[in-house]
């Protein structure tokens, strides 16, 4: 073995190199993970406002006077709620009480259901009366052509949009139902079935809270 090969061995196996690169590593993760955290803390209240604000779009999508309302913070989900959602089929997300001139005017409820492939999220515009003023959907993954022909509001065959169907819908009118009381697509009634769920959902929600 040449002595330059052995010089570098005794080198690399000098304590005082060892920890020399043990505290260089030590800084550098450091100083990266100080980095990190910077980044999150400058783009975390930046991705929490887009929530916001695609959260206030959907509510407003679903209310009498979108213009005219105003959404509180999120409510406290109670156990009656919950369990008359998952009765009903569905979910509870979170539900805010939709104000105008700041007195209520019902509720935005945000619920989660079952359609042809995966889970639906959806907002449901309810107001004081109980009755559906609007759903609108936040995030689905049904079939592209099919399932999303539900989502998109198309025409049933009488002409109303799928979604439009429920508003004025309520209590009073019994369990929502497809093929009852409710009109599916064509070719797309797990997905019209999924959202029928969903609105009896937040009905019922909206009637566990009084």
């Given at each position: 073995?040449?002595?330059?090969?052995?010089?570098?061995?005794?080198?690399?196996?000098?304590?005082?190199?060892?920890?020399?690169?043990?505290?260089?590593?030590?800084?550098?993760?450091?100083?990266?993970?100080?980095?990190?955290?910077?980044?999150?803390?400058?783009?975390?209240?930046?991705?929490?406002?887009?929530?916001?604000?695609?959260?206030?779009?959907?509510?407003?999508?679903?209310?009498?006077?979108?213009?005219?309302?105003?959404?509180?913070?999120?409510?406290?989900?109670?156990?009656?709620?919950?369990?008359?959602?998952?009765?009903?089929?569905?979910?509870?997300?979170?539900?805010?009480?939709?104000?105008?001139?700041?007195?209520?005017?019902?509720?935005?409820?945000?619920?989660?259901?079952?359609?042809?492939?995966?889970?639906?999220?959806?907002?449901?515009?309810?107001?004081?009366?109980?009755?559906?003023?609007?759903?609108?959907i936040v995030k689905n993954a049904e079939t592209a052509g099919i399932g999303s022909k539900v989502m998109e509001n198309q025409n049933t065959a009488s002409g109303v949009g799928v979604?439009?169907?429920?508003?004025?819908?309520?209590?009073?009118?019994?369990?929502?139902?497809?093929?009852?009381?409710?009109?599916?697509?064509?070719?797309?009634?797990?997905?019209?079935?999924?959202?029928?769920?969903?609105?009896?959902?937040?009905?019922?929600?909206?009637?566990?809270?009084?």
């Amino acid at each position: 073995m040449s002595s330059e090969v052995k010089a570098k061995e005794k080198v690399n196996m000098d304590p005082q190199y060892l920890i020399k690169l043990t505290v260089t590593l030590l800084i550098t993760c450091v100083v990266v993970a100080a980095a990190l955290g910077g980044v999150n803390a400058v783009t975390a209240e930046t991705i929490e406002e887009i929530n916001w604000e695609n959260t206030v779009n959907a509510m407003k999508a679903v209310v009498a006077d979108p213009d005219a309302t105003t959404f509180s913070d999120a409510l406290e989900l109670t156990d009656a709620m919950t369990a008359a959602a998952s009765a009903s089929g569905g979910t509870p997300d979170s539900v805010y009480e939709a104000q105008v001139d700041g007195q209520n005017a019902g509720y935005a409820i945000k619920v989660v259901t079952s359609g042809s492939q995966g889970k639906i999220e959806m907002m449901v515009g309810v107001d004081g009366e109980g009755t559906v003023t609007g759903v609108s959907i936040v995030k689905n993954a049904e079939t592209a052509g099919i399932g999303s022909k539900v989502m998109e509001n198309q025409n049933t065959a009488s002409g109303v949009g799928v979604l439009s169907q429920f508003e004025g819908k309520s209590a009073a009118d019994g369990t929502l139902t497809v093929g009852s009381n409710v009109d599916a697509i064509s070719g797309a009634t797990v997905s019209t079935r999924g959202v029928t769920n969903g609105v009896n959902a937040a009905l019922a929600v909206a009637g566990a809270m009084g």
